[in-house]
């Protein structure tokens, strides 16, 4: 998984990066460097503990689309700007 999009940094955890299961998020992340797209690199972390995943996306998923007084669209905005602000791709 050496391929990597100009401009993009590798990860802080380059044994993560270089050391993928077998699964979606391993997938996702070869079709994402071969389109030469940027991707969240924190699917690098959920390619390497695959087994781990799937509370943190269910969570992620419920603080983003779950009850709250605010819309999602305004969570998704801010989690953009707080993304820009800490210079990482969205």
């Keep these: ?3 990597r999009k100009s401009g993009m940094s590798p990860m802080f ?3 993560v990066e270089a050391n993928p299961k077998p699964g979606t998020y391993c997938e996702n ?3 994402m460097q071969k389109a030469g797209a940027e991707y ?3 699917w690098h972390m959920f390619g390497f503990l695959p087994e781990a995943t799937g509370h943190l996306a269910n ?3 419920e603080i983003m689309r779950g009850p709250s007084p605010l819309p999602p669209g305004m969570r998704e905005l801010m989690a953009a700007y707080t993304s820009s602000r800490n210079e990482c791709p969205f």
């Design 29 to 31: 992340i070869r079709l």
């Design 1 to 3: 998984m050496s391929e």
């Design 40 to 42: 969240p690199q924190i």
């Design 59 to 61: 969570f992620t998923q």
């Design 13 to 15: 955890l380059p044994g």
